[in-house]
């Protein structure tokens, strides 16, 4: 379960400056950049961290067969 804060603070570290860049008219978000790429991280990130499910566990397939994208909890 604390890996899910983690999660959730990289997450908003992420997508907080570039709202923020966007609204104050440093980057523009309505072209296709690889500022797209950034902001889809941090969105899978804070869905990730409150869901549990990770997409990237899935394609790119895990050794462990746990469900949660930073299993870091020691058992």
Do not use: Y
Request: with cysteine.
């Amino acid at each position: 379960m604390k890996s899910n804060i983690m999660i959730r603070l990289i997450a908003i570290m992420i997508l907080v400056p570039m709202a923020l860049a966007h609204f104050m008219g440093q980057i523009d978000l309505t072209q296709p950049s690889w500022l797209w790429l950034t902001l889809f991280a941090g969105v899978n990130a804070l869905q990730a961290s409150f869901t549990g499910f990770c997409p990237a566990n899935k394609i790119f397939g895990s050794k462990n067969n746990s469900e949660a994208c930073c299993n870091t909890d020691k058992k």
